[in-house]
Each structure stands twice: as C-alpha cells, then as structure tokens.
C-alpha cells in the first residue's frame, strides 16, 4: 500500500494547499538539528517544546504508515500528506512525529486530529524519529 502511494506521488503535482499549518506543528517545528561527529543526527529541543513534554498534545496531520496494513497502531504524522511525495526532494522533507495509538485506527488519506502524551527523546532521527505522541486517541 504504502509503495503503491509512492509511485501514484511521483505522477501528481505537489500541492503546497494540503500543507497543515497550527501553532502545534509550529512547536514541533521549532526543533533543529545537529550531526555529531559521530554522524547522528540528534534534536535540539527549543524551550517552547520541551514546556509540553510529558503533557497532553493534540495535533491535526496526515497519517504515513510505517508497516502495511488496513488498521495502524504506530505510524508517522506529518503536515502533508503520502501522496506529497516526501522521498523525491523537491519539497524538502516535511515535519513528521511518531504516533503511538491506545488503539489501531482504519488507515485514511484524509487529517486526523490525535491527543495524547508528548514524548521527546535525545536519538538518532535518521534512525526514528525523537518527537512521538504516545497513547494517543482520536479526537473529532
């Protein structure tokens, strides 16, 4: 399903319209990065993130599935959606979150809104990502 999406996203045009903007995914955004010398590429947390840890969250974004499958449990939230086209370069890579839910959900193309525990961990985000919404539940 997912490599299906990919090869369908290589024939569409970007759409900068289906982008999601809020003040959330503008604290999410307010991470940067730095590549150690080791070659990881570790978060930067700003204070404005770090004042949500460990608190509730809610977040409106597309879900991108990280295992096939009608049903997800964990997958990646982003601010556009899989059809963007994120792996061919012309956008850049957009903001993307783990979300963890209570429960599977029906996989959709369309925005969830998800609230749950802000998580944020010092890894490698070439490896996973450091920013994760965990026991998370859809709102309406």
């Known amino acids: 399903m997912l ?8 024939m569409q045009k970007h759409n900068p319209s289906d982008q999601l903007r809020s003040l959330n995914w503008d604290v999410i955004g ?13 978060p930067l947390f700003s204070e404005s993130i770090k004042r949500f ?9 597309y879900l991108i599935p990280i295992k096939s499958g009608q049903k997800q449990q964990k ?3 982003a601010t556009l959606p899989v059809n963007q086209c994120y792996f061919c370069g012309q956008n ?20 969830i809104h998800v609230k749950g525990i802000l998580k944020l961990e010092q890894k490698d985000a070439g490896y ?6 965990k026991n998370a539940k859809i709102i309406n």
């Open 3 to 10: 490599w299906s999406n990919v090869v369908l996203s290589q």
């Open 30 to 42: 307010s991470v940067k990065f730095e590549l150690t010398a080791r070659n990881e590429l570790l």
């Open 53 to 61: 840890e460990n608190r509730e969250f809610e977040l409106t974004g």
């Open 75 to 77: 997958f990646l939230l």
């Open 92 to 111: 850049g890579i957009p903001v993307m979150i783990m979300i963890e839910m209570e429960n599977a959900i029906p996989y959709n193309e369309k925005p």
């Open 128 to 133: 996973a990502p450091p920013i994760s919404i």
